[in-house]
């Protein structure tokens, strides 16, 4: 079975700094790895996802991630945040084979002036 | 570009009534899902839909909650008799296969009083 943490719940970044979102998986089989973004009143958008090949991955709006398999981690950067980055950031994991989505429990973003 | 929609985008029930969220997954998705987030947590997996039957559920969706795909295009989560618990903003979702291939609805926010 898989889970995921997300190592805090409320993230606040001056705009123009980096963003950094921790996510750490368990998985007994190697994972497909997802971050999505819920804007408010809105649904899930993926962000970016690992299913295999290289390690860092990139996705829309200058977010990327890399895959660290030793330390089970799936974190989530971005260089310099904008405003429109505020919203809700979601880690998830499943494992090849399954497509059901195990969610971590979220981080929100505020992006101060 | 493609769209899951779901209707309403709010609904308010009385308890032990039947309610019926609805969801239009993209035409040519053949895996569909339903998903909830209790305000405050996690999102979580109800049930996965394919070839016209459920190939998985979780424990959350017992016999209270029931889904179907009445005619090729709609896909609908029912639950017969709503609980003060079941409220939570319900997400569809679809997916031509393969790894993280998922689109998401925007959500139904059903508040059960």
């Known amino acids: 079975a898989q889970s995921v943490t997300q190592l805090g719940s409320h993230v606040s970044v001056s705009e123009g700094a980096l963003v950094l979102l921790r996510c750490n998986y368990s998985s007994s089989v190697p994972p497909y790895l997802f971050w999505y973004v819920q804007y408010p009143n809105q649904g899930l958008q993926l962000l970016l996802k690992?299913?295999?090949?290289?390690?860092l991955v990139k996705g829309i709006n200058g977010f990327e991630a890399e895959f660290k398999k030793s330390e089970t981690s799936f974190h989530l950067t971005k260089p310099s945040a904008h405003m429109s980055d505020a919203a809700e950031y979601f880690c998830?994991?499943?494992?090849?084979?399954?497509?059901?989505?195990?969610f971590g429990a979220g981080t929100t973003v505020t992006v101060r002036a | 570009e493609p769209e899951v929609t779901q209707t309403p985008s709010h609904q308010v029930t009385q308890m032990g009534q039947e309610v019926i969220l609805r969801c239009v997954p993209i035409s040519n998705h053949l895996y569909f899902y339903w998903y909830r987030q209790i305000l405050g947590q996690k999102v979580e997996f109800l049930v996965s839909?394919?070839?016209?039957?459920?190939?998985?559920k979780s424990e959350i969706f017992d016999d209270q909650f029931s889904v179907e795909r009445p005619d090729g295009s709609n896909f609908t989560l029912k639950i017969r008799s709503t609980k003060l618990e079941d409220s939570a903003m319900y997400f569809c979702a679809s997916s031509g296969g393969g790894p993280g291939g998922y689109t998401f609805g925007s959500g139904t926010r059903l508040t059960v009083v």
């Open positions: 839909f394919y070839n016209n039957e459920i190939s998985e």
């Open positions: 690992y299913t295999t090949g290289a390690t």
């Open positions: 998830a994991v499943s494992e090849r084979g399954d497509y059901k989505l195990s």
